[in-house]
T-cell receptor, first 112, second 118 residues
């Protein structure tokens, strides 16, 4: 079945540092890929998405590129802020109106 | 436009009691998904419903768990005879259901219900 693997955490960075969070997936066909963010005590919010190979999703300075050849969707940001401290989940969906399969999530803490 | 609402936000039950979790989707959304988040784990899909229909329940435990989304009112996730292993955060998400321009319907998540079983 479908699965998503995220790098182990937690991750602690200083403000303005470069961020990379790795995500790889296993799926049949051509899934859509997502990054969700969860702030303390809140539900998940969609951060960015990509629906086909080589698409780049971007939002709030975060980027991720759908790499079919490496089955990856790594999240990057050039300069993190304290307000980026949250839990980040990589996820996939096989198609419209389908369930999401999530990775375990990784906690990011950004120090001032 | 109000977001997805879930209540209660926190629920404490003793072993053997019943837990009822409610989810009101965003206005205009006819599709609801339930996910469970165990400690230190990602979210796991449980069930996908449209109004009055269960579309996919492949993630639901075979016993004690049930879900409904009636024509009127919120979606309900019901857990009978709760056990300590049911302690988790339960998230509901809704989507409009119609196919979007990029063929994906974003799921909007509620704040979750945190169930604690004593």
């Amino acid at each position: 079945g479908d699965s998503v693997t995220q790098m182990e955490g937690p991750v602690t960075l200083s403000e303005e540092a470069f961020l990379t969070i790795n995500c790889t997936y296993t799926a049949t066909g051509y899934p859509s890929l997502f990054w969700y963010v969860q702030y303390p005590g809140e539900g998940l919010q969609l951060l960015l998405k990509a629906t086909k190979a080589d698409d780049k999703g971007s939002n709030k300075g975060f980027e991720a590129t759908y790499r079919k050849e490496t089955t990856s969707f790594h999240l990057e940001k050039g300069s993190v802020q304290v307000s980026d401290s949250a839990v980040y989940f990589c996820a996939l969906s096989p198609g419209a109106n389908s369930k999401l399969t999530f990775g375990k999530g990784i906690t990011l803490s950004v120090r001032p | 436009n109000a977001g997805v609402m879930q209540n209660p936000r926190h629920l404490v039950r003793r072993r053997g009691q019943e837990a009822r979790l409610r989810c009101s989707p965003m206005k205009g959304h006819s599709h609801v998904y339930w996910y469970r988040q165990l400690p230190e784990e990602g979210l796991k899909f449980m069930v996908y419903l449209q109004k009055e229909n269960i579309i996919d329940e492949s993630g639901m435990p075979k016993e004690r768990f049930s879900a409904e989304f009636p024509k009127e009112g919120p979606s309900i996730l019901r857990i009978q005879q709760v056990v300590r292993g049911d302690s988790a955060a339960y998230f509901c998400a809704s989507s409009p259901g119609r196919r979007g321009r990029d063929s994906y319907n974003e799921q909007f998540f509620g704040p979750g219900t945190r169930l604690t079983v004593l």
